[in-house]
């Protein structure tokens, strides 16, 4: 159901209201025709026997082996699809031209930028994003990145676009790329005497200090949060108060070619990455 949400509606109401229609459909058709039903779960924990029982369901030959090219992104094909769309909108009441992610009548998805607090570097080819807002040293602490080799891309406000990359405007810095990929987040204020013991955040926990940090003049929840989501995926965020930021500057950016170094096809050792003191 939420999926189906994401993908064609704008409001919640709506999305429960055909949920719900299409089970009682779905019953109806089940007590008419008898079909054989699967589970997903169980195609996806137990796939030669679900499949033994559905050919045997269809008089397949078992040693059928279908043509399958399997896709991990969602694309909204469905927005290509005359017929199907034509469907969707006299069977649902969905209509892909108002479809909040496509810009045209069954266009490709678009997802504009959003602009956050904060700053970002760049550390071999990836961001390092720095989120924190006026008085947390955020700047100092870019100024202190850059002295210990980082190449500055922003200070004062991030730019994201909607895959999550950080958009590099020419007059920040020469010689980059238009966009960056996010490899680490640093949310961690300035605290007189503080230790830089950080926790690692993973996950959604990861991607929290991007929600609390966006810029409200002009942002969509629902853009920020697509793109939270994007990143929580892959990225590490160290969080908690920390000391000066030239003390700091080189365990973070130490830190990241810990994870770098793991993750790189070549290194093939086996010890954990560093953590930072």
Request: charged residues 20%.
């Amino acid at each position: 159901m939420f999926s189906a949400y994401r993908r064609f509606y704008r409001a919640p109401k709506p999305a429960w209201r055909n949920y719900l229609r299409a089970v009682a459909l779905e019953a109806s058709w089940i007590a008419r025709h008898q079909p054989l039903c699967i589970a997903y779960e169980d195609v996806v924990h137990n796939t030669p026997a679900v499949l033994r029982r559905l050919y045997a369901f269809l008089g397949v030959d078992e040693d059928f082996v279908p043509p399958v090219a399997i896709t991990d992104r969602n694309d909204e094909r469905w927005l290509h699809d005359q017929r199907f769309a034509a469907f969707m909108q006299h069977a649902f009441g969905v209509d892909a031209q108002r479809n909040p992610y496509s810009h045209n009548h069954f266009g490709a998805p678009r997802q504009p930028p959003v602009a956050l607090h904060g700053g970002a570097v760049m550390w071999r080819g990836g961001a390092i994003l720095l989120l924190g807002g006026r008085g947390t040293g955020t700047s100092q602490l870019v100024g202190a990145l850059a002295r210990a080799g980082a190449r500055p891309i922003a200070d004062g406000e991030v730019t994201l676009g909607g895959g999550g990359r950080v958009l590099v405007s020419s007059a920040t810095a020469a010689a980059v790329p238009e966009t960056v990929d996010v490899v680490l987040i640093v949310a961690a204020a300035y605290k007189e005497d503080a230790e830089w013991q950080p926790q690692e955040l993973r996950g959604a926990p990861a991607v929290v200090p991007i929600l609390n940090r966006a810029v409200k003049e002009g942002g969509s929840p629902r853009r920020l949060l697509r793109i939270a989501a994007r990143l929580a995926a892959h990225v590490t965020t160290l969080a908690g108060p920390r000391p000066e930021a030239d003390q700091v500057a080189p365990e973070i950016l130490a830190y990241l070619d810990s994870i770098l170094d793991r993750s790189s096809p070549e290194d093939t050792r086996a010890a954990s990455p560093e953590r930072p003191n």
